[in-house]
């Protein structure tokens, strides 16, 4: 059974989890953390539309899809202190007002066509699909009203795959 959030929440790989109930999620203007990398199998977004200006100033351009799947999806947490920390799931589901904003995203476009773009360098053209395969993000800023996750795992022993 899936873990389900019904609220507007706001997840980013350069900040702390900040759910927000209702309104619209503010991304927090907090320094990025150095030695967080999120890779995923596959990712498959629907309605994709990147404005290559923020939305708010001092805020990054971000893009909006309607939906996006993200496939056997791997957060690598490191510290050389500490040593690495995983974080697992078979699948993410993201779905309502989703916005997203990466420094860099890489992976093979439709399987084949190796890319590495910010997102802020994507025009604004309207995407009804769009799908990336071996997919690695830098700079991850994420917000969506409902994220479900099927199998999360988290562990702190091997490497994250």
């Known amino acids: 059974m899936p873990f389900a959030l019904g609220v507007q929440l706001l997840l980013s790989f350069t900040a702390p989890l900040s759910p927000v109930a209702g309104g619209t999620a503010r991304l927090p203007r907090l320094p990025p953390l150095t ?13 994709v539309l990147c404005n290559p200006l923020p ?12 939906s996006m799947d993200v496939r056997r999806p791997r957060l690598a947490i490191t510290d050389p202190a500490s040593g690495t920390v995983c974080i697992r799931a078979a699948e993410a589901l993201l779905r309502g007002g989703v916005r997203f904003h990466a420094g860099v995203l ?56």
């Open 106 to 161: 890489s992976g093979r476009l439709l399987g084949v066509l190796p890319v590495a773009v910010p997102t802020s360098a994507l025009p604004p053209l309207p995407l009804p699909y769009l799908t990336l395969d071996d997919v690695e993000a830098h700079e991850v800023q994420l917000t969506a009203v409902d994220v479900s996750l099927e199998h999360l795992d988290m562990t702190a022993r091997g490497p994250c795959t």
């Open 35 to 47: 030695g967080v990398t999120p890779h995923a199998d596959s990712l498959t977004a629907t309605g």
């Open 55 to 66: 939305v708010r100033l001092g805020f990054p351009a971000s893009c909006t899809a309607g």
